[in-house]
């Protein structure tokens, strides 16, 4: 029964869209959406507390506040790819880092760096494409998607909490941890947070073709050493290509909005 609870499951996360997203996830009976949410809601909190303690939550109400409104637009727009997502709590904040990133939680706890503003200076379309991106990943529920391979591979563990229950809320933390902050995502849920970025920009009103601009800036940022929200998908020509094919397929999305 226990290996049978660490199994993987086929699940659709999201429709497909005008992009095509249709690859089949598969998630661990060990890891719920309702879990991981709960679990990512409360690690938010402490980031947040965190960053008040040190100053660094919101620290210009005037970045704040395009940030926020350029979420709230994109946010409307998650009913093509999972109705129930214009429901969940989302939260939109800007932490003070140098660091050029951006993040986005499962349930939609969204997190954009001063750095990222300061130093690639984005227009709104471009933070539209970086921000559709991020919230993406949440749709996709990739961060659930790698805990539960994760927990898979970690078979010891997740048998002992299978069995006892005692363990599993501590590795679902862990797990989710490792997988926001330390380990990269994949690059089929790279691409797939690229294609579906594009599409909720082009819905949102913004211009998709800006997402190439945006991470070619990326690409840019930093001499040598690319930013951290590059740091597991280089800006590619490949990638690039990828961009302007997607793109090209929203853009009547966005010209029926002027």
Known sequence: MAVALVACAPVQTTRSGQVGIDRTQYMSSLVSEAELNQEAAGQYQQI??????KHAL???????????????????????FRPDAKNW??????????????????GGKIAVYTGLLDKIKPTDAELAAVMGHEIAHALREHAREQVSRQMGTNMGISILAAITGS????DLGSNLSQVMFTLPNSRSNETEADRMGVELAARAGYDPRAAITLWQK???AGGGAPPEILSTHPSSQSRIQDLEQASARVLPLYQQRQ
């Open 89 to 106: 709590a989302w939260e939109i904040h800007v932490l003070k880092s140098d660091e050029v990133n951006a993040w986005c939680m499962p």
């Open 218 to 220: 990326m690409g840019q």
């Open 58 to 80: 919101d620290p210009s109400a005037a970045q704040t506040q395009r940030v926020q409104a350029i979420g709230r637009r994109l946010i409307a727009q998650t009913g093509a």
């Open 167 to 170: 363990q599993a809320v501590a």
């Open 48 to 53: 947040l507390a965190q960053a008040r303690a």
